[in-house]
């Protein structure tokens, strides 16, 4: 065969090879490009899902931090209006009296130490009305009785006078 023919042969037997093997680069390129679109895919997914859990997780400390800049807020409320009471003479003069016993002149001063402790009182003795001595039919004084003279004596006994 001579150079001519070689090259028509070579064409038309390789006419269709290279239709094989350009179809195959074809496919190839096709499932290499899903291959590539498939791990896109997959990595676009776990980092969506990542960004889920760190937008929960922070969304958290965001409902934290607000809770405690709410207390923060009230604290700092209830010591600014400590601070204006604290500098007033009212709270100067309880705080005083209270912690430190402090009194105005004509106070009267109470020590409790205890305010839940029991306080004695005492108890109320009983007794009887006095019972008055009925006379007796005889005149004579009872026995532990001692009778008294009705008149005063003039003189000494004994006959001075």
Not at 8 to 25: M, P, V, W
Not at 106 to 130: C, F, L, N, S
Not at 140 to 161: A, F, L, M, R
């Amino acid at each position: 065969m001579s150079g001519t023919e070689r090259n028509t042969a070579a064409h038309t037997d390789g006419g269709e090879g290279i239709r094989k093997h350009s179809r195959l680069r074809t496919a190839a390129a096709i499932i290499g490009v899903a291959v590539a679109l498939a791990v896109i895919v997959l990595v676009l997914f776990s980092i969506q899902r990542r960004q889920k859990e760190t937008l929960a997780k922070l969304n958290a400390e965001k409902a934290a931090k607000e809770q405690e800049l709410l207390e923060m807020e009230l604290k700092k409320d209830s010591l600014l209006e400590r601070m204006s009471v604290i500098g007033s003479r009212q709270y100067l003069i309880r705080y005083l009296r209270e912690h430190q016993g402090y009194m105005f002149p004509g106070d009267i001063r109470i020590d409790v130490d205890d305010p839940h402790a029991a306080v004695p009182t005492p108890v109320p003795q009983y007794t009887p009305e006095p019972v008055t001595p009925e006379p007796t039919e005889t005149g004579e004084p009872e026995p532990g009785e001692t009778s008294e003279p009705t008149e005063e004596p003039t003189g000494e006994p004994g006959g001075e006078g």
